[in-house]
C-alpha cells in the first residue's frame, strides 16, 4: 500500500520553532535539513477510508491504521515510541492493544513501544463504541464494536468469539499473549466491508452489517482466521516478509501458506467448536475446489506465483480468470491435501496440527524466519521423516491437476461432479478498486449485446442494488431466463438502463461423498481428520 498517498503540507521545525528545510525525495521520503539536535514534524492527512487497513476520521468515530498515518525517522526506527492524543470529544474512549504509559493531558491514556514496528502493528479506535471483556485460560480478551446496536447481538459475538480463542489456543498448545484485542466495525453499504486485518496482539475486522445478515457464518470465519494469523505470519513467519518495507513491495512466494492454509485451520477450529458442521466443512472444502477449476490460470500459475504476484491484485486485468488464480482459495485446498497426505505418511499418528506447532516451535519461539515455501517443507518433513518434494515440487511450485480423489480417499471420500445449469449475464466484467463492475466483453448474440452493452461500460446497480461482490455474485441466486435491470455508465459517463434475460451455461456443480466400500481405517481417519487431530496410536 502507498502509506504516503494521503500526506500534505509537511512541515519542520526546531525545537526552537525555527523552520527547517524540507524537501520531497520520493513518494514516501521527505528530507530534513539542519537539524542537528532533532526536530518536530508536522503534516495533514486526509483519512476517511472505512476498512482495516487504511484509516477513518469522522464525527462517528476515529479509526487509525497507524502505518497509514505515522511517519519515522530512518535512523530512529527502532527508537521508544510515545503515543498521545489531543482534541479528543470528552465522551470518546480509546482502545488498542499498547501498553499504558501514563495519562495524558487530553484525558485519555498515553501509550508506548518498544519501536516503530511495534507501534504500527497496534491499531487505534477512538469514539463511544460499545466495548466488553472476558478472562480465559489467563489471558483477558477486549471486544470493542463500532457499529449500530441493531446490527449485532454482543452477548451472541462475546460466545462466538470465546468458542473460537479457545479452540485456536488449544490447538496450537500455545498462547503467546496476555491480553488480545478485537476491533469490529459493522458499516452499511459498499463504504464498508473491508474484511480483516491481523496484528500481533488484535485484529480490526470491517464487515458490511448487510453481508452479516445474509451470511451468518462471514463473521467467526474472519474472526477465526484473522486470530489465527498471531501465530500463521505474525510469529510463523516468512524470511521474505523480513524486515518490513514501509515505502516498497516485500515480496513472498509463501502467501499460499500464510493466508491460504490459515483458511484452512480457520475451518477446522470453527468445525471443533461446533460453529461448522461436518456437512457444511465438507461443502467448504468443495466450494474451493469447484472454484479454482474455474479458473483456467489453475493450469498456468502456480501457488508460489500467486503469491509473488499479490501486488498485481489492483489491476482488473489481473483479477480475470484467465490470468490470475488466488493464493487464499488454491492455499486453503493445499492445506486440506497436506494434512490428509501428513496422516497418509505417518499412518495417522501426525496432521496439520503438529506441523504447526513444530514450526511453532522451532520457528516462532526461536525467533527464526522460515525460508518460504522450503521452510514450510522442511516442517513437514522434520514432523513426517518423509521426503515431500513430489507434494511442493507439483503443487505448491507447479500447477499439476491437484490429486483430489487420491488423498480424499484415505478417509473414504471422493469428489463427485454434476452438469448443472447456472444463469449468466452474457458478458464478462471485473470489479475496480470503487467496487464498479467494468464489461470486458460481451458475448454475441446474447441479450446483453442486443441491448447495445459494450466493452467499457460501467455496471453501477444491477436490480436497484450496488453491485457488491461481482455480477456473477450478484445473479447466483437467479435462474436461466429471469429478467435483470442494470443501470449502466458508458465510457463517456452517459448513464441508461436497459433489461436483458439471463442465459444459461452447463457448469459441473462439486460435491464430497462418501466412497463405495468404506474401511474402518479410512473411518477413523476421517473422524480424526476432521476433528482437527492425529489419531491415537494403533494398538
Given at each position: 500500500r502507498d502509506f504516503a498517498q494521503n500526506v500534505r503540507g509537511v512541515q519542520a521545525w526546531d525545537f526552537n520553532h525555527h523552520p527547517l528545510p524540507?524537501?520531497?525525495i520520493d513518494k514516501?521520503?521527505?528530507?530534513?535539513?539542519?537539524?542537528?539536535?532533532?526536530f518536530e514534524l508536522e503534516y495533514d492527512i486526509f483519512a476517511d477510508q472505512a476498512g482495516p487497513y487504511g484509516a477513518q476520521f469522522n464525527s462517528d468515530h476515529v479509526f487509525l491504521n497507524l502505518a497509514e498515518v505515522l511517519a519515522y525517522a530512518t535512523d530512529a526506527r527502532r527508537s521508544q515510541v510515545t503515543l498521545a492524543f489531543v482534541n479528543v470529544p470528552s465522551q470518546w474512549h480509546v482502545a488498542t492493544a499498547l501498553a499504558r504509559a501514563r495519562q495524558g493531558t487530553s484525558g485519555l491514556p498515553e501509550f508506548l513501544a518498544d519501536n516503530y514496528d511495534q507501534l504500527v502493528d497496534s491499531p487505534v479506535e477512538l469514539g463511544s463504541f460499545r466495548e466488553t471483556s472476558f478472562?480465559?485460560?489467563?489471558?483477558t480478551y477486549r471486544i470493542v464494536v463500532h457499529a449500530d446496536a441493531a446490527d449485532y447481538d454482543m452477548r451472541a459475538?462475546?460466545?462466538?468469539?470465546?468458542?473460537?480463542?479457545?479452540?485456536?489456543?488449544?490447538?496450537?498448545?500455545?498462547r503467546p499473549f496476555g491480553e488480545y484485542l478485537f476491533i469490529y466495525h459493522f458499516p452499511h453499504g459498499s463504504n464498508g466491508g473491508g474484511g480483516g486485518m491481523e496484528h500481533s496482539y488484535c485484529t480490526t475486522i470491517d464487515l458490511s452489517a448487510d453481508r452479516l445478515k445474509m451470511d451468518p457464518l462471514l463473521l467467526p470465519r474472519v474472526t477465526a482466521h484473522e486470530f489465527f494469523h498471531l501465530w500463521n505470519v505474525k510469529r510463523i513467519r516468512p524470511a521474505s516478509l523480513e524486515p518490513i518495507d514501509y515505502a516498497h513491495e516485500n515480496y513472498t512466494r509463501a502467501l499460499w501458506f500464510s493466508e491460504g492454509v490459515t483458511n484452512t485451520v480457520q475451518e477446522i477450529l470453527l468445525l471443533r467448536v461446533g460453529i461448522l458442521d461436518q456437512k457444511e466443512f465438507l461443502a467448504g472444502?468443495?466450494?474451493e475446489i469447484r472454484a479454482l477449476q474455474l479458473r483456467p490460470a489453475h493450469r498456468t500459475q502456480s501457488a508460489e506465483d500467486s503469491s509473488l504476484d499479490a501486488w498485481l491484485e489492483k489491476y482488473s486485468q489481473y483479477r480475470l480468470p484467465e490470468r490470475s488464480i488466488s493464493y487464499y482459495n488454491k492455499g486453503e485446498i493445499l492445506g486440506v491435501l497436506l494434512d490428509l497426505a501428513v496422516r497418509r505418511s505417518t499412518d495417522g499418528q501426525k496432521s496439520l496440527r503438529e506441523v504447526f506447532q513444530w514450526m511453532n516451535q522451532y520457528y516462532a519461539r526461536q525467533s527464526r524466519f522460515f525460508d518460504d515455501s522450503e521452510g514450510v517443507r522442511a516442517a513437514v518433513e522434520a514432523v513426517t521423516g518423509k521426503d515431500f518434494r513430489w507434494f511442493f515440487s507439483a503443487y505448491v511450485a507447479g500447477v499439476e491437476e491437484l490429486?483430489?480423489?487420491?488423498?480424499?480417499s484415505t478417509v473414504g471420500l471422493k469428489l463427485v461432479q454434476i452438469k448443472t445449469k447456472v444463469p449468466t449475464v452474457g458478458f464478462d466484467s471485473v470489479r475496480?478498486?470503487?467496487r464498479q463492475a467494468w464489461v470486458t466483453a460481451v458475448d454475441p448474440g446474447s441479450d446483453a449485446q442486443k441491448a447495445g452493452l459494450v466493452s467499457g461500460d460501467v455496471i453501477v446497480e444491477l436490480n436497484g442494488k450496488e453491485i457488491a461482490s461481482g455480477v456473477e455474485t450478484s445473479i447466483a441466486s437467479m435462474h436461466p431466463g429471469d429478467t435483470v435491470k442494470l443501470k449502466i455508465n458508458n465510457n463517456k459517463g452517459v448513464a441508461?438502463?436497459?433489461?436483458?434475460?439471463?442465459?444459461?451455461?452447463?457448469?459441473?456443480?462439486?460435491?464430497?461423498?462418501e466412497t463405495d466400500k468404506v474401511t474402518p481405517q479410512q473411518r477413523a481417519r476421517r473422524a480424526a481428520w476432521l476433528a482437527g487431530e492425529a489419531e491415537q496410536p494403533h494398538p
Amino acid at each position: 500500500r502507498d502509506f504516503a498517498q494521503n500526506v500534505r503540507g509537511v512541515q519542520a521545525w526546531d525545537f526552537n520553532h525555527h523552520p527547517l528545510p524540507v524537501r520531497k525525495i520520493d513518494k514516501t521520503t521527505w528530507h530534513i535539513s539542519d537539524a542537528k539536535d532533532g526536530f518536530e514534524l508536522e503534516y495533514d492527512i486526509f483519512a476517511d477510508q472505512a476498512g482495516p487497513y487504511g484509516a477513518q476520521f469522522n464525527s462517528d468515530h476515529v479509526f487509525l491504521n497507524l502505518a497509514e498515518v505515522l511517519a519515522y525517522a530512518t535512523d530512529a526506527r527502532r527508537s521508544q515510541v510515545t503515543l498521545a492524543f489531543v482534541n479528543v470529544p470528552s465522551q470518546w474512549h480509546v482502545a488498542t492493544a499498547l501498553a499504558r504509559a501514563r495519562q495524558g493531558t487530553s484525558g485519555l491514556p498515553e501509550f508506548l513501544a518498544d519501536n516503530y514496528d511495534q507501534l504500527v502493528d497496534s491499531p487505534v479506535e477512538l469514539g463511544s463504541f460499545r466495548e466488553t471483556s472476558f478472562q480465559l485460560g489467563g489471558a483477558t480478551y477486549r471486544i470493542v464494536v463500532h457499529a449500530d446496536a441493531a446490527d449485532y447481538d454482543m452477548r451472541a459475538l462475546e460466545d462466538s468469539v470465546k468458542k473460537i480463542v479457545a479452540a485456536g489456543v488449544a490447538w496450537m498448545d500455545d498462547r503467546p499473549f496476555g491480553e488480545y484485542l478485537f476491533i469490529y466495525h459493522f458499516p452499511h453499504g459498499s463504504n464498508g466491508g473491508g474484511g480483516g486485518m491481523e496484528h500481533s496482539y488484535c485484529t480490526t475486522i470491517d464487515l458490511s452489517a448487510d453481508r452479516l445478515k445474509m451470511d451468518p457464518l462471514l463473521l467467526p470465519r474472519v474472526t477465526a482466521h484473522e486470530f489465527f494469523h498471531l501465530w500463521n505470519v505474525k510469529r510463523i513467519r516468512p524470511a521474505s516478509l523480513e524486515p518490513i518495507d514501509y515505502a516498497h513491495e516485500n515480496y513472498t512466494r509463501a502467501l499460499w501458506f500464510s493466508e491460504g492454509v490459515t483458511n484452512t485451520v480457520q475451518e477446522i477450529l470453527l468445525l471443533r467448536v461446533g460453529i461448522l458442521d461436518q456437512k457444511e466443512f465438507l461443502a467448504g472444502v468443495a466450494h474451493e475446489i469447484r472454484a479454482l477449476q474455474l479458473r483456467p490460470a489453475h493450469r498456468t500459475q502456480s501457488a508460489e506465483d500467486s503469491s509473488l504476484d499479490a501486488w498485481l491484485e489492483k489491476y482488473s486485468q489481473y483479477r480475470l480468470p484467465e490470468r490470475s488464480i488466488s493464493y487464499y482459495n488454491k492455499g486453503e485446498i493445499l492445506g486440506v491435501l497436506l494434512d490428509l497426505a501428513v496422516r497418509r505418511s505417518t499412518d495417522g499418528q501426525k496432521s496439520l496440527r503438529e506441523v504447526f506447532q513444530w514450526m511453532n516451535q522451532y520457528y516462532a519461539r526461536q525467533s527464526r524466519f522460515f525460508d518460504d515455501s522450503e521452510g514450510v517443507r522442511a516442517a513437514v518433513e522434520a514432523v513426517t521423516g518423509k521426503d515431500f518434494r513430489w507434494f511442493f515440487s507439483a503443487y505448491v511450485a507447479g500447477v499439476e491437476e491437484l490429486p483430489y480423489d487420491e488423498l480424499l480417499s484415505t478417509v473414504g471420500l471422493k469428489l463427485v461432479q454434476i452438469k448443472t445449469k447456472v444463469p449468466t449475464v452474457g458478458f464478462d466484467s471485473v470489479r475496480d478498486f470503487r467496487r464498479q463492475a467494468w464489461v470486458t466483453a460481451v458475448d454475441p448474440g446474447s441479450d446483453a449485446q442486443k441491448a447495445g452493452l459494450v466493452s467499457g461500460d460501467v455496471i453501477v446497480e444491477l436490480n436497484g442494488k450496488e453491485i457488491a461482490s461481482g455480477v456473477e455474485t450478484s445473479i447466483a441466486s437467479m435462474h436461466p431466463g429471469d429478467t435483470v435491470k442494470l443501470k449502466i455508465n458508458n465510457n463517456k459517463g452517459v448513464a441508461r438502463e436497459i433489461k436483458i434475460k439471463l442465459g444459461s451455461r452447463e457448469e459441473d456443480e462439486v460435491s464430497i461423498a462418501e466412497t463405495d466400500k468404506v474401511t474402518p481405517q479410512q473411518r477413523a481417519r476421517r473422524a480424526a481428520w476432521l476433528a482437527g487431530e492425529a489419531e491415537q496410536p494403533h494398538p
